[in-house]
């Protein structure tokens, strides 16, 4: 992940979100996700939030309910951060990510 700064991220994150909403371009959740999943990899807690919610929803935006792989992203989202990637889950996401884990996992 070095080399990735943090700036990066958030752009990724920025233009899946644009290209899963439709903001500014053509909608394409396939090409949000990708640029979404791509800063979540790279550290962007935000963009693995953003994911788990997208597949928490059925519909929402064009991606497919999918509660494995809302999982997969939330417990990215609430990974540590370190110094590479540091970028922040705001406190409301993290609170709601911890406890849509927790009701699924029992």
């Given amino acids: 992940c070095r080399g990735v ?7 990724m994150a920025e233009l899946g979100s644009c290209y899963t909403e439709g903001w ?3 909608k394409s959740p396939t090409m949000g996700a990708y640029y979404l999943s791509v800063a979540a990899e790279r550290g962007s807690r935000l963009a693995a939030n953003s994911l788990a919610l997208y597949f928490t929803h059925e519909g929402l935006s064009g991606f497919e309910r999918s509660y494995a792989l809302a999982t997969e992203w939330f417990r990215k989202a609430l990974q540590p951060a370190t110094e590479a990637t540091a970028v922040s889950l705001g406190p409301q ?6 406890r849509w884990l927790q009701e699924r996992e029992g």
């Fill in 5 to 11: 700064g943090l700036h990066v991220l958030l752009q």
């Fill in 24 to 26: 500014g371009c053509t």
């Fill in 93 to 98: 996401f993290r609170a709601r990510a911890e």
